[in-house]
C-alpha cells in the first residue's frame, strides 16, 4: 500500500519568514495530494491540494509542487503569521477503477509548524 | 458553508461496551468515510462507503467495527466491543463523487475506552 514520509516532524521559524514541508510517497499511481492544516483539538482543513497532471499551484502565501519522477511533493508558506502556527499534514491518494474517487488518503505523520511573532 | 457534523464530541466508555459515533454529511455528498487519529499521531483511514456498502477498508476496520447509514442523513460508526487500544479521535468525512472530490472532514469525536 501507499507509503507517505513527511519531514521536518517540527519547524520553527520568524513571523515573516518561508516554511517548507516535504512529503515523499511510494505508489507511483497515486494522483491526488491534499495539505492539511490542524489545530489543536480541531478538524483537519483542507489547505491546498494538487493533482498529478500539474506541477504547481499557488494560492496566496501557499503553494504546492508536484516532482511525479521523484515521488515528492511539498508545501510552500510565505511571509509567515503567528496564526500559521499548527500541525499540517500532507496525504496522498490515487482514484478509484472508476476515476470518482481519492477516498483512501494516506497521510503524512505531520509536522508541527511554530511562527514567532 | 455547509459542514460535517459528529455526535457526540467526546464519549467515555468502559472496555468492552459498544458504541455508536454519528455523523451528518455534507447533504449532496455521495462518498463517506471514517478515519482515526491516536493522540499525536497521523490521521489514518478505516475505511469508505458508497452506494450503501463499503467501497474500502483499512486492516483497521476489522470485525469489531461496522458502518451503516440507517437513514437519508446519518452515517454511523459502531465498535461492537471497545478496547483501550480504540481510544482516539474518530473523524468522520465526505466528498462529492463528481466535482474534484475534496473531502471535508468533521470536528471529530474524541473516544476514551477506560
Known amino acids: 500500500g501507499e507509503n507517505v514520509e513527511q519531514h521536518p516532524s517540527t519547524l520553527s521559524v520568524q513571523e515573516g519568514d518561508s516554511a517548507v514541508i516535504k512529503c515523499t510517497y511510494s505508489?507511483?499511481?497515486?494522483?491526488?495530494f491534499p495539505w492539511y492544516k490542524q489545530e489543536l483539538g480541531k478538524r483537519p482543513q483542507l489547505i491546498i491540494d494538487?493533482?498529478?497532471?500539474?506541477g504547481e499551484k499557488k494560492d496566496q502565501r501557499i503553494a504546492v509542487t508536484l516532482n511525479k519522477t521523484a515521488k515528492h511533493f511539498s508545501l510552500h508558506i510565505t511571509e509567515t503569521q503567528p496564526e500559521d502556527s499548527a500541525v499540517y499534514f500532507c496525504?496522498?491518494?490515487?482514484?478509484?477503477?472508476?476515476?470518482?474517487?481519492?477516498?483512501?488518503?494516506?497521510f503524512g505523520q505531520g509536522t508541527i509548524l511554530t511562527v514567532h511573532p | 458553508e455547509p459542514e460535517v457534523t459528529q455526535t457526540p464530541s467526546h464519549q467515555v466508555t468502559q472496555m468492552g461496551q459498544e458504541v455508536i459515533l454519528r455523523c451528518v454529511p455534507i447533504?449532496?455528498?455521495?462518498?463517506f468515510y471514517w478515519y482515526r487519529q491516536i493522540l499525536g499521531q497521523k490521521v489514518e483511514f478505516l475505511v469508505s462507503f458508497y452506494n450503501n456498502e463499503i467501497s474500502e477498508k483499512s486492516e483497521i476496520f476489522d470485525d469489531q467495527f461496522s458502518v451503516e447509514r440507517p437513514d437519508g442523513s446519518n452515517f454511523t460508526l459502531k465498535i461492537r466491543s471497545t478496547k483501550l487500544e480504540d481510544s482516539a479521535m474518530y473523524f468522520c468525512?465526505?466528498?462529492?463523487?463528481?466535482?474534484?472530490?475534496?473531502?471535508?472532514f468533521g470536528e471529530g469525536s474524541w473516544l476514551t475506552v477506560v
Open positions: 468525512a465526505s466528498s462529492v463523487q463528481y466535482s474534484g472530490n475534496t473531502i471535508y
Open positions: 494538487i493533482r498529478s497532471n500539474v
Open positions: 447533504s449532496n455528498h455521495l462518498y
Open positions: 496525504a496522498a491518494s490515487r482514484s478509484n477503477a472508476g476515476g470518482t474517487s481519492y477516498g483512501k488518503l494516506t
Open positions: 505508489d507511483s499511481a497515486s494522483n491526488y
